[in-house]
């Protein structure tokens, strides 16, 4: 299984920017992050089918999974960026679970991470 997350990169507070997740597989997928010195975070889910969706609550109005599985592509959209946003995002992926889990321990696959910057 390979995923790969792409789309990271700096932007100033307030702005936005989607991360993709390339897939080689259809399973329940999620995004995390990790500032420095901080634990991994979870972020957000998205069930196999795409149907059901969830998010944190340091996120939510603000984030927003989805994915396009003619594509095994799963994106999140990032509106409203805040400097408390900046850290790594890694996308997983679940091949246990048909829906997105909110902990690590719920995913078998992680892609390489992808950096983003917010700067206020």
């Known amino acids: 299984v390979q995923l790969q997350a792409s789309g990271g990169g700096s932007v100033q507070a307030g702005g936005s920017l989607r991360l993709s997740c390339a897939a080689s597989?259809?399973?329940?997928m999620g995004w995390f992050r990790q500032a420095p010195g901080k634990e991994r975070e979870f972020i957000a889910a998205i069930s196999w089918s795409g149907s059901s969706t969830d998010h944190a609550d340091s996120v939510k109005g603000r984030f927003t999974i989805s994915r396009d599985n003619a594509k095994n592509t799963v994106y999140l959209q990032m509106n409203s960026l805040k400097p408390e946003d900046t850290a790594v995002y890694y996308c997983?992926?679940?091949?246990?679970?048909?829906?997105?889990?909110?902990?690590?321990?719920?995913?078998?696959?992680w892609g390489q991470g992808t950096l983003v910057i917010v700067s206020s």
């Open positions: 997983a992926a679940s091949s246990r679970f048909k829906t997105g889990r909110t902990t690590s321990g719920g995913y078998d696959y």
């Open positions: 597989v259809r399973y329940a």
